[in-house]
């Protein structure tokens, strides 16, 4: 992937990366200041979860509260623990009034989720060092917002994703070239980014410990062991990573499009799963519609489990298609044939790839084919004149905390795929 910019050498970048100190928590405490200095969990729904914790603020992780425990569980620890439920809109909402802080240094500007995001600020010198705008950006939404965020300097997007993690609250990182090894390579090889829980008791069984470990190992046998990814972890450890920035409202090749959601109940039947499908399956085939990628051949579905456990399964059509009938049917027999229901399921996701965009004429033989695609994008016109939940189909409407999902802004997707 080619740098968007004048810079020659890659190492000359300036890339940040910013990460909002306990967000869910924090945003919490913007109005009443007094529970910063109490401890406070934000958890989901207790009627469909249980109490999960979502994020907790620094007097809680003190008391070793940690995200994913049973609200009760938290209060075994703190009887008298401050809980708050979960308000996404509102989260969402500080969300952008940070962006527009970061808009003042750069408009290359990348989100990783709803609290962190790389800016590349390498034609931001009128500004000052890489160290300095990181310095201003967090006093500016200290200040204007209160909140506070850790950011990470490098010049690559993993090193500043990594410095960013290393001093936290309210603090800047900078990684160099020249230091790099020095700073991070003693570091667990799990806090590299991309480095998830399977990944690592995969590469502990080889004996890597610790990124430096990563970096030097043999590179044939880590790719014998972990195929492609691992020697692409590899060049990671090695601070071999050259992707850009996006630039805000950068258009791209698009080779895949997909959504995941977090439901906000547990899914425990046929019937829930095949309701959340069908939201899926109709966001990404109204954003296949809109960016005129042609029809997807291929189809993976997600699933993650109450447990946190996720893996994903693969499927080909029979026919190229772009309807979210077919996304539906493919995905819903892929679940069945696959998942045997021995938890309930938190999680969902569909990524649909390989895009034919050659002009198909439709025949006598194609008429389902074209009422199919006439009733997607007649859902799409309702919703764009009159609002998401202005219309649903009756599998949806069967839940009503289903029906409360809006894939426009509820949704998930990571920077390389939710599938690695």
Same mark, same amino acid.
């Given at each position: 992937?080619? $740098?968007?910019?004048?810079?020659?050498?890659?190492? %000359?970048?300036?890339?940040?990366?910013?990460?909002?100190?306990?967000?869910?928590?924090?945003?919490?405490?913007?109005?009443?200041?007094?529970?910063?200095?109490?401890?406070?969990?934000?958890?989901?729904?207790?009627?469909?979860?249980?109490?999960?914790?979502?994020?907790?603020?620094?007097?809680?992780?003190?008391?070793?509260?940690?995200?994913?425990?049973?609200?009760?569980?938290?209060?075994?620890?703190?009887?008298?623990?401050?809980?708050?439920?979960?308000?996404?809109?509102?989260?969402?909402?500080?969300?952008?009034?940070?962006?527009?802080?970061?808009?003042?240094?750069?408009?290359?500007?990348?989100?990783?989720?709803?609290?962190?995001?790389?800016?590349?600020?390498?034609?931001?010198?009128?500004?000052?060092?890489?160290?300095?705008?990181?310095?201003?950006? =967090?006093?500016?939404?200290?200040?204007?917002?209160?909140?506070?965020?850790?950011?990470?300097?490098? $010049?690559?997007?993993?090193?500043?994703?990594?410095?960013?993690?290393?001093?936290?609250?309210?603090?800047?990182?900078?990684?160099?070239?020249?230091?790099?090894?020095?700073?991070?390579?003693?570091?667990?090889?799990?806090?590299?980014?991309?480095?998830?829980?399977?990944?690592?008791?995969?590469?502990?069984?080889?004996?890597?410990?610790?990124?430096?470990?990563?970096?030097?190992?043999?590179?044939?046998?880590?790719?014998?062991?972990?195929?492609?990814?691992?020697?692409?972890?590899?060049?990671?450890?090695?601070?071999?990573?050259?992707?850009?920035?996006?630039?805000?409202?950068?258009?791209?090749?698009?080779?895949?499009?997909?959504?995941?959601?977090?439901?906000?109940?547990?899914?425990?039947?046929?019937?829930?799963?095949?309701?959340?499908?069908?939201?899926?399956?109709?966001?990404?085939?109204? =954003?296949?519609?809109?960016?005129?990628?042609?029809?997807?051949?291929?189809?993976?579905?997600?699933?993650?489990?109450?447990?946190?456990?996720?893996?994903? =399964?693969?499927?080909?059509?029979?026919?190229?298609?772009?309807?979210?009938?077919?996304?539906?049917?493919?995905?819903?027999?892929?679940?069945?044939?696959?998942?045997?229901?021995?938890?309930?399921?938190?999680?969902?996701?569909?990524?649909?790839?390989?895009?034919?965009?050659?002009?198909?004429?439709?025949?006598?033989?194609?008429?389902?084919?074209?009422?199919?695609?006439?009733? %997607? =994008?007649?859902?799409? $016109?309702?919703?764009?004149?009159?609002?998401?939940?202005?219309?649903?189909?009756?599998?949806?409407?069967?839940?009503?905390?289903?029906?409360?999902?809006?894939?426009?802004? %509820?949704?998930?997707?990571?920077?390389?795929?939710?599938?690695?």
């Amino acid at each position: 992937m080619n $740098y968007i910019g004048n810079i020659n050498n890659m190492n %000359d970048r300036v890339i940040l990366h910013s990460d909002l100190n306990n967000f869910y928590a924090s945003c919490e405490c913007l109005n009443s200041p007094h529970l910063k200095q109490v401890p406070l969990v934000v958890i989901g729904d207790p009627r469909d979860r249980h109490g999960i914790v979502l994020a907790k603020n620094y007097p809680a992780k003190a008391l070793n509260i940690k995200t994913g425990m049973v609200l009760w569980q938290a209060k075994q620890i703190c009887p008298n623990i401050i809980v708050k439920i979960a308000d996404f809109e509102k989260y969402l909402n500080f969300s952008r009034i940070v962006r527009k802080v970061y808009e003042r240094y750069t408009d290359f500007i990348e989100p990783f989720g709803i609290d962190e995001a790389w800016l590349d600020v390498s034609f931001s010198k009128i500004f000052g060092s890489g160290q300095e705008i990181a310095d201003k950006i =967090r006093e500016n939404i200290k200040k204007e917002i209160g909140l506070t965020a850790s950011i990470g300097v490098s $010049y690559n997007k993993i090193f500043a994703k990594l410095g960013s993690d290393m001093k936290k609250p309210d603090a800047t990182t900078v990684i160099t070239y020249e230091d790099f090894k020095r700073k991070i390579w003693s570091l667990p090889v799990e806090s590299l980014l991309y480095v998830g829980k399977a990944t690592t008791l995969k590469v502990k069984k080889l004996g890597i410990e610790t990124i430096g470990d990563l970096a030097n190992f043999d590179v044939n046998f880590l790719e014998q062991k972990l195929g492609v990814w691992g020697v692409t972890l590899k060049h990671f450890a090695n601070g071999l990573d050259n992707s850009p920035v996006k630039k805000m409202g950068q258009l791209e090749v698009i080779k895949s499009v997909g959504n995941s959601l977090t439901a906000p109940k547990d899914l425990k039947t046929i019937d829930d799963i095949h309701a959340l499908l069908i939201i899926l399956a109709e966001s990404v085939s109204a =954003r296949i519609y809109k960016y005129k990628l042609g029809k997807a051949k291929t189809l993976q579905l997600w699933i993650r489990d109450t447990n946190l456990i996720s893996f994903s =399964r693969q499927a080909k059509f029979a026919f190229a298609t772009n309807n979210s009938i077919d996304f539906v049917n493919l995905s819903l027999n892929l679940f069945k044939n696959n998942y045997k229901f021995e938890f309930p399921v938190r999680s969902l996701g569909i990524n649909v790839s390989n895009f034919d965009t050659a002009f198909q004429q439709i025949t006598f033989f194609d008429q389902d084919e074209e009422k199919k695609f006439k009733l %997607d =994008r007649t859902i799409d $016109y309702i919703r764009e004149k009159h609002g998401h939940d202005s219309i649903f189909k009756a599998q949806v409407m069967l839940s009503d905390k289903l029906v409360s999902l809006n894939v426009e802004t %509820d949704h998930t997707i990571h920077p390389l795929s939710f599938f690695k």
